[in-house]
């Protein structure tokens, strides 16, 4: 009876909100998905109405990123069904997530869809039966219906020259529907060649994707590397005709840990900054002849005389052996383990959250105020958690490099001067507080990261120093730039510059009046570095104080470039 208990206590649940619709939406994921043999019929049945009406509230790719986390449990047929006949990234997802016996497998893959089914061909774990039953039912998937009788073909029509076109990144499909709408440009491929009694051109064992004309002849192009070109929002544009049926449109700087092209975090920050890449490395998920590691050198490059941003050139190729690895993205083993167990760890607390509101909110009826009141308690202890939760989950995404900060303008100075004046309310009355250098100036630092992005890492820097700062204790801090990039220099509070390395775990664990996270000064400086890294910056400790750098907007880097130019200049000519 635990199963049946615990679904028709998730089911009493009301989701009043965003957030708690998301919650009950995954905690019905996970209990229908293993639901044993013998359950309870009528609660499953209620359990599948309340997830397609949650559904109906809540994105495909969020529902999508719920069935892909790790720990997800999908072992049962009608759920896997369920999802199956949903919109292609809830499908995608869960033909990947799924894990069914070889017997479930035989009922269930000849009632997919077809583009389910077509996604499930690419997994390599399923059983060998499985797979020979997908590739007997493939020859009748890719293979077009026939003309009505008494059909007659129009007739040829010459083709016009078009201009080539250039797709806005805010417009560009995202990549398990780019890869649907390729399984069906294949197969009207398929189809053409069939007519025409013509045979695939084989691939060669190692194809080189590329990322820029370079004006070869078409022999030469056929013969020697290939090159490519990539649109603004980092998409190949142009692969070699062995290739482009798998490579073209695949995004390079998506960020996501479920994208099929994993990049560094260093090379994530240089294309949202449109700085070039040097021997930069990208592991690809896809076709054998596409997948493993690929090594990137490109250039920006920008187009009409406005001088606009038109994207990259360059050319991807396998790294030569016994190349290092540098900058590849982090082994993500340990990051999938931390991943899993916060996962475990979320579920029990997020459980806890919700029965504590229930009974504060008294919806099953009147309950003592004593009672209320250690429920609120117990709901605020838990949001708490959750948050660190979070924040944990955030540090390990970016160190591996599978999340990347929201691009947008930002004015430093006015963060730092807006964040000094909410800590001052607390460090006053204890006569500390920072001592901003410069402070007559109102020239704008304007950042290449968003406004958000931007206050919550300068939030996470000073209120934790702030929170180690004794009483009567400033801290001078100091505002610069150099050239492309603008710098925060704050000093250590004694309690902290003593530490070698204050990013370490043997900074002290609680702060005194401010608390900037659950895990102590370190964890959240640590943070705040992965965060600056991520930016395209940096958090580095200098003796007995910590400097952060972010880039500046690339109009005013350039500005400062030229002005740096134009002294030099004149440098040399009174010289």
Excluded: C
């Excluded at 190349?323 to 806890?352: C, F, K, M, Y």
């Amino acid at each position: 009876m635990q199963f049946d208990d615990r679904l028709a206590t998730v089911l009493r649940m009301q989701a009043g909100n965003e957030r708690s619709a998301h919650t009950q939406y995954r905690q019905l994921l996970d209990l229908a998905g293993s639901a044993p043999e013998g359950a309870d019929d009528a609660l499953l049945k209620q359990a599948y109405a309340r997830l397609e009406e949650l559904g109906e509230a809540i994105d495909p790719r969020q529902r999508a990123a719920m069935i892909r986390e790790p720990g997800m449990r999908l072992r049962n047929l009608e759920l896997v069904d369920f999802l199956a006949n949903q919109e292609l990234p809830v499908a995608a997802a869960t033909m990947a997530a799924a894990r069914l016996s070889e017997a479930q497998w035989d009922v269930l893959i000849p009632t997919l869809p077809v583009p389910a089914r077509a996604l499930l061909r690419h997994r390599k774990n399923l059983p060998p039966r499985t797979g020979r039953l997908l590739a007997r039912l493939g020859v009748g998937d890719l293979v077009l219906p026939e003309p009505p009788e008494g059909y007659i073909p129009p007739a040829p029509v010459e083709a016009a020259a078009l201009p080539p076109m250039e797709l806005d990144p805010a417009l560009a499909l995202d990549e398990e529907a780019s890869e649907g709408i390729r399984a069906i440009v294949r197969r009207i491929e398929a189809f053409q060649r069939a007519r025409r009694h013509e045979t695939p051109p084989s691939a060669p064992e190692a194809p080189r994707l590329p990322l820029g004309e370079q004006g070869e002849d078409s022999t030469r192009r056929a013969a020697g590397p290939s090159h490519s070109g990539a649109a603004a929002a980092a998409r190949i544009a142009w692969a070699a005709p062995s290739s482009a049926p798998r490579a073209a449109g695949m995004v390079l700087a998506a960020g996501q840990p479920e994208a099929p092209v994993q990049a560094g975090a260093r090379m994530l920050a240089a294309i949202r900054h449109r700085q070039p890449l040097r021997a930069e490395r990208v592991s690809i998920v896809g076709a054998p002849d596409i997948a493993g590691e690929w090594q990137i050198d490109a250039a920006p490059y920008f187009s009409g005389p406005n001088g606009r941003f038109a994207g990259y050139r360059g050319r991807m190729r396998r790294p030569a052996g016994g190349e290092a690895s540098a900058t590849s993205p982090a082994d993500d083993g340990q990051g999938d383990r931390i991943r899993v167990i916060l996962h475990e760890l979320r579920t029990p607390v997020n459980a806890i959250q919700g029965f504590a509101e229930i009974i504060q909110q008294q919806m099953f009826g009147p309950t003592p105020n004593e009672y209320r009141a250690l429920a609120a308690s117990i709901a605020g202890d838990a949001a708490r958690m959750l948050a660190g939760f979070d924040e944990l989950d955030r540090l390990v995404k970016l160190e591996a490099g599978a999340l990347e900060l929201e691009e947008g303008s930002a004015d430093l100075r006015a963060i730092v001067f807006a964040t000094i004046g909410q800590l001052d309310t607390v460090l006053k009355p204890r006569s500390a507080g920072f001592d901003l250098a410069g402070a007559q100036g109102h020239e704008a630092f304007e950042i290449s990261v968003s406004r958000e992005e931007a206050e919550k890492l300068v939030w996470r820097l000073l209120a934790t120093l702030a929170g180690a700062t004794a009483p009567g204790e400033a801290l001078a801090i100091a505002l610069a730039e150099d050239n492309a990039l603008a710098g925060l220099r704050i000093e250590l509070p004694a309690a902290l510059a003593n530490y070698a390395d204050v990013f370490s775990g043997a900074t002290p664990a609680h702060l005194q009046t401010v608390n900037a996270g659950m895990f102590g000064a370190s964890f959240t400086l640590r943070l705040a570095r992965a965060e600056a890294r991520a930016a395209g910056g940096d958090l580095v400790q200098q003796d007995d104080a910590l400097a952060l750098t972010l880039p500046l907007e690339l109009g005013i880097a350039q500005d400062n470039a030229n002005k740096d130019m134009d002294l030099d200049n004149r440098i040399a000519e009174t010289g």
